[in-house]
């Protein structure tokens, strides 16, 4: 056991493990959106990241300009060892630090959450743009300017690795390149690390269609494609990028795309570049195999650990299933309570249909008798005015009866008056006549005075 001990250290001392959580003590991790640079690198991270931050400031500073403060210098040796790349990496740190409280460094490195890679977050600048830069000048000069560092990927992109939130990211993220009017040629490079919910079939599936979907003109090429998309997964981020010459250039690979070519023609040239490729995908493989080894004997440590946590789970599992059958229990109690709840919700929301049904005849009901008072209004409106009229006409009647009984009142003294009048004549003429009378006996006596007195005393005597 000691023995397995004694060479798990030196196999962490030898391949960098036991720095790993002082590298990266306090430093920020991966995640969604940041752009930048993903290094792959075989076993040495260290080194790598120094070699990262040398290469990517070199070429930064053709395309950009170089920053406003003091950068750390290229080393000028190949067989720089490596206590020249701590301290180079001292010397980084304390730069980002003094430079912290001014603004942030167009490069930061990053913890990946996976061996072997690295991330470089830039700011400022395009990740694409750069890397295409720094491959385009390897290719044509042919100098390696890399000893650790194996592929270079931009990471223009990213989001959270689960494929709801992918789809609706590259839904948009690969309007650019692909929607219509845009097209091309295209192959997909899908890698997942530290990620078990990830299906390369089923990621690559679904991309695809996003991508047939864009544009039915974009067509699959795994030979010579315009266009990559490349998906890199490292725990629960996902990086993406749409990369051109991505053939040409040995899949990104600044190791490859840097050797010499030699006079290839037909399938000898075809059958060269795949053996380089291979060679390429061996060392990555026999760099995990160590990686694979060394989780091994770290695994087998941890199996002691595991055994007695097991039984240590055995016992709370006991509880656990004591507490389940509770919990159980009460669910079903709960599910008792929810269907006679809904049972109540069927019957009110039948009484409300109910109810809905008989405020749309309340409310016809009130619309037909909001028209018949209507109805009556008007017919009380005419009457009214029918009644306006007869009390005028009424008016005017007892005005006429007024006039028509003062006027018969005025004839009937008229006719007093006519009385009064004709009954004076009348007597008048009485009084006439019978002064006539007396006039016509005086006359009558003094003709026949002594007729008269024989008459006389002859009435006397009788």
């Known amino acids: 056991m000691s023995e397995a001990q004694d060479l798990r250290k030196r196999s962490k001392k030898r391949y960098g493990g036991g720095h790993r959580s002082k590298k990266y003590k306090g430093s920020r991790e991966l995640e969604v959106g940041m752009q930048g640079v993903l290094i792959t690198c075989n076993m040495n991270e260290r080194k790598c990241t120094a070699e990262a931050f040398n290469l990517l400031n070199e070429y930064a500073d053709q395309l950009y300009g170089p920053e406003n403060f003091k950068e750390p210098e290229e080393s000028s040796s190949e067989e720089e060892d490596d206590e020249d790349v701590e301290a ?241 229990g009460k669910q079903e109690e709960i599910k008792s309570n ?24 309340i409310k016809s009901n009130q619309e037909e008798k909001d028209g018949k008072q209507e109805e009556i209004k008007s017919n009380q409106e005419e009457k009214d005015g029918k009644q306006e009229e007869i009390k005028s006409n009424q008016e005017e009647k007892d005005g006429k009866q007024e006039e028509i009984k003062s006027n018969q009142e005025e004839k009937d003294g008229k006719q007093e008056e006519i009385k009064s009048n004709q009954e004076e004549k009348d007597g008048k003429q009485e009084e006439i006549k019978s002064n006539q009378e007396e006039k016509d006996g005086k006359q009558e006596e003094g003709k026949d005075a002594p007729k008269t007195d024989r008459e006389g005393k002859g009435e006397e005597e009788k």
């Not at 494929?163 to 899908?190: H, R, T």
């Not at 299906?199 to 690559?204: G, N, P, Q, S, V």
């Not at 599936?205 to 996003?210: E, F, H, P, S, T």
């Not at 030979?223 to 899949?251: A, G």
């Open 338 to 361: 929810q269907e006679e709840k809904d049972g109540k919700q069927e019957e009110i929301k039948s009484n409300q249909e109910e109810k809905d049904g008989k405020q749309e005849e």
């Open 88 to 328: 180079a990496l001292k010397k980084e740190v304390k730069q980002l630090k003094a430079s912290s409280g001014k603004r942030q460094r167009r490069f930061q490195a990053m913890d990946s959450g996976a061996n072997n890679v690295i991330f470089i977050k830039t700011k400022n600048l395009d990740p694409e743009k750069l890397v295409h830069h720094i491959l385009s000048d390897l290719h044509i000069t042919k100098k390696n300017k890399s000893r650790v560092i194996l592929r270079m990927l931009p990471v223009s992109g990213t989001c959270k690795a689960f494929q709801e939130d992918m789809d609706k990211y590259l839904s948009v993220f690969l309007e650019p390149w692909f929607k219509a009017p845009n097209q091309g040629s295209y192959q997909i490079a899908f890698k997942a690390r530290n990620s078990s919910h990830n299906k390369r079939d089923d990621i690559i599936k679904a991309l695809a269609g996003l991508v047939g979907k864009m544009n039915p003109k974009n067509k699959v090429d795994l030979t010579t494609p315009e266009l990559t998309i490349i998906v890199e997964v490292i725990k629960s981020v996902c990086c993406v990028s749409v990369v051109r010459d991505y053939t040409l250039y040995r899949k990104y690979n600044l190791q490859e795309v840097a050797k010499e070519e030699g006079p290839k023609d037909g399938k000898q040239g075809e059958v060269t570049t795949n053996q380089e490729e291979i060679k390429s995908n061996q060392e990555e493989k026999d760099g995990k195999q160590e990686e694979i080894k060394l989780n091994q004997e770290e695994k087998d440590g941890k199996q002691e650990e595991i055994k007695s946590n097991q039984e240590e789970k055995d016992g709370k599992q006991e509880e656990i299933k004591s507490n389940q059958e509770e919990k159980d």
